[in-house]
């Protein structure tokens, strides 16, 4: 230990800590046991007086390190803020006297688990160093927003308002996207009884008149280079001028476009005039600007029309779109209004399979009905067209439940969207698809939006269907490319009041990325961590794992092809740590040793003690706070468990296992985040990548002698309150049954 670090624990006694645990005893093991210089205690830790103790000895003592044992690091996070310090914390509460019973038999074993945290937070405290931030900051505070629709008009108008500069870019002429082309929109406010105006124009005209806001026309980004904070920007515009912008943060709002509905010709589209989409459908509501609707066949007012739903959507045999859009049915509702607005004594039906009207209830249903609409549940075969009419063949769902036939001037399909995201890497990779004459065939490929200089590919990880990548339940405008935020349609199929509400919290998640480069501190989701990752070049090996492993994009390669960190673009996950074959990557508050100095400082009971002991790795975004939940309620656990909470299970290096299977540990559990299509790792690829490296671990067993069922990991979501302790106590009495570990007797 070097001359200038201190290192002081502090025990509380608070919440029932003092009358469950022997505080004195605790004191005494973090003095002898975990040899720091100086060791308190106090009745209530996080009081204004128990806080001020620790400031004082900081202060006066030239305390530099602290051990907090008390409650669990996820609580009382501002009364323990001492960026100055290294600090870690021991759950004594939710992971010690909230989930053991209140009984003199489960006295001794509350009380070692109690010791055991105090060893492990003063090795911890010891193998960490206070992250001073990142010192490759960035300071550019504009905003560039790429699409001029509603949801980017949305996003650079709310940027503006709140002070940040702007720049917007529009690949086309106007300004206004796809609502642009629109006659009328979905009534967002009470009583939702009519379709209304856009306000597109309003838009625009804000747009125009705000000096925060720079705008292109006709221009497309050709370059995108840099991080949060720092990209540097490259514009070309129809004329062939290049200009370069210094950007903050960018959110791409490039929409979607409808569904090819040439690919549905058993619905008669292109077999007829008179079968249009959706957009085309607005085409003819604008040309009539509020007059009768004519028929593109031959002029003439329409009389009767029929909606298709879902026309190449929810499909489930892998043709068409299999997701539903959401917003179809309502659009269709408001296009049929167009008619029933302008003649009453227009046949209008609306053939549906499920009607879905997110936002506005059954509201503007109810309104369809009172004006006439007809609603009718069944799916659409197929749409002939004939002499003067088309037929539309049916199978009725709910009258009669056989095929029918509805016979109408014109049909209108309600197709969907599909997402304006740019060049899917991994969709481009895959061979191409056999066509009819044998053939391979591959559809046009698409153009990049952001042209980013990233060795992972020129645009935003997408989807299986082309939507940008985002965690849809905790954050859902971020995408794996830090400092990037998309919204509206690219993102999930939604309409424009969606789109607007998505545009405006992409907009501050945004400036939060702006202002986090600025001070040198991590995004989402561990805003404001001032560490980043480190490494030893003389000790690298140039395998490139950490590189490919990186799900943000954040390590390239120099010119010696040793990896180069852009911190800037890290989430500080520990993915590329735990990738390292050779441990040369760490965090100074999170590392090899940090975790692996915890696992040591275990006391190891001999193999007559039947006493064993189980390590557990948790992800500290899911699995660790449903432990601490389910510490809340009460729901007790074995007390032969250690748990080490970690960022993500993408960060577990294997010495941890191997290191706690050779110290005599009889268990190791590792808990994480679902992985897969439905993910819900915060860190995107996290729980997947470590899974990966993790289903090697029985050879390593094997070669030890042991057991498979000595390592098990276990998906866990922050949810799983009462199947956590389950799953603990079930293996808990599995390592009984098999027996303590071989490896306590060395």
Known sequence: MSAEKKVAAYICKGCGLGERLDADALVNVAQKEGKVQLARSHDLLCSAEGVDLI????????????????????????????????????????????????????????QEMAEDYIRMGCAEVKAMSAPAGNPNTGSART??????????????????????????????????????????????????????????????????????????????????DGAPGRFEVQIATESGSVATEDIGAIIQATGSEPYDANKLPELGYGKSPDVVDQAGLEALARAANGGPILKPSDGKPVRSVAFV?????????????PYCSGYCCNASIKQAMYFKDGNPDIDTTILFTDLRTPGNGEDFYRSAQ??????????????????????????????????????????????????????????????????????????????SILNLQYRQGPDVPQ???????????????????????????????????????????????????????????????????????????????????????CPFGAIDEDEKRFPLFNESRCRRCGTCMGACPVRVISFENYSVDTVGSQIKAVDIPDEFSEKPRILILACENDAYPALDMAGMQHNEYSAFVRIVPIRCLGSVNTIWITDALNAGYDGVMLMGCKHGENYQCHFVKGSELGRYRLSKIDDTLKNLNLETDRVRDLEVAITDIEHVPAMINQYAERIVEMGMSPFKSF
């Open 55 to 110: 400031k004082n000895d900081v202060a006066n003592e030239g305390v530099t390190h602290i051990m907090i044992g008390a409650c669990s690091r996820r609580a009382k996070t501002e009364a323990f803020y001492f960026p100055q310090n290294a600090v870690a914390r021991a759950n004594l509460r939710e992971g010690v006297i909230w989930i053991r019973p209140d009984t003199e038999e489960a006295r001794e074993t509350t």
């Open 370 to 447: 009172e004006k006439g609409v007809i609603f009718s549940k069944g799916k659409v075969a197929s749409v002939s067209p004939g002499a003067g009419a088309l037929t539309v063949n049916f199978h009725d769902l709910i009258l009669d439940d056989k095929d029918a036939k509805l016979e109408v001037d014109l049909v209108v399909l309600a197709t969907g969207q599909v997402p304006n995201s740019g060049v899917d890497i991994e969709a481009l990779s895959k061979p191409p698809v056999e066509g009819e004459g044998g053939e391979a065939t591959v559809e046009a490929k698409p153009i």
């Open 463 to 549: 989807l299986k269907w082309g939507f940008t990548d985002s965690h849809f339940i905790c954050f859902p405008y971020e995408t794996r490319r830090t400092g990037i935020y998309t919204v509206g349609p690219v993102r999930r199929p939604m309409d424009m009041a969606q789109a607007r509400e998505d545009a405006t919290g992409a907009t501050l998640k945004a400036i939060q990325a702006i202002e986090n480069a600025q001070l040198g501190r991590a995004a989402h989701p561990r805003s404001g961590d001032l560490s980043f990752p480190k490494v030893r070049l003389e000790g690298c090996t140039q395998c490139k794992r950490c590189t490919v492993e």
């Open 309 to 321: 739903q879902c026309a190449g959507q929810r499909d489930a045999d892998g043709q068409h779109l």
């Open 143 to 224: 905003l560039l927003v790429v699409g001029g629709g509603v949801s980017g008009m949305t996003a650079a108008l709310e940027a503006s308002r709140t002070g940040y500069p702007v720049v917007l870019v529009e690949k086309s002429g106007q300004l206004g996207g796809w609502a642009a082309k629109l006659w009328k929109r979905i009534p967002v406010h009470e009583p939702f009884k009519a379709p209304a105006g856009t306000g597109v124009a309003d838009l625009v005209a804000q747009i125009q008149a705000d000096p925060n806001i720079k705008v292109y026309l006709n221009a497309t980004v050709t370059k995108t």
